[in-house]
């Protein structure tokens, strides 16, 4: 079984193999992948209204590809989902530059 600094290290060193290729893992980085992956499915929606207006007439497919991303949209954000997403993201926070999140830094208390 690893021991807390042999598990530290080992984060480090593969922390430092990405920052090598140029690859950034922080915390804004994540946050823009999720707000981007939220956005999606809204701007799909968005464009099939828009499709189905310019159109005139929405046929079967598309209504069911609108109603589709509705409930995706819906069950995106619900607060037990966004409350899970952001307490992901606030495990990437690193205030003090060392590569290693704050949260994986703290002492176990029990």
């Known amino acids: 079984m690893l021991n807390?600094?042999?598990?530290?290290?080992?984060a480090k060193n593969v922390f430092n193999n990405i920052r090598i290729a140029n690859i950034h893992p922080t915390g804004v980085l994540a946050t823009r992948l999720l707000v981007l992956v939220m956005l999606v499915p809204i701007l799909l929606v968005v464009v099939e209204y828009v499709?189905?207006?310019?159109k005139g007439h929405v046929t079967d497919d598309i209504g069911k590809l609108i109603s589709v991303g509705i409930?995706?949209?819906?069950?995106?954000?619900i607060p037990s989902v966004l409350t899970a997403l952001v307490g992901f993201l606030a495990l990437w926070v690193d205030r003090d530059g060392d590569g290693i999140p704050?949260?994986?830094?703290?002492?176990?208390k029990r």
């Open 71 to 77: 409930n995706i949209i819906d069950h995106i954000f």
């Open 102 to 108: 704050d949260q994986l830094e703290k002492e176990d």
């Open 4 to 10: 807390k600094t042999a598990i530290i290290n080992k």
């Open 51 to 54: 499709l189905a207006f310019m």
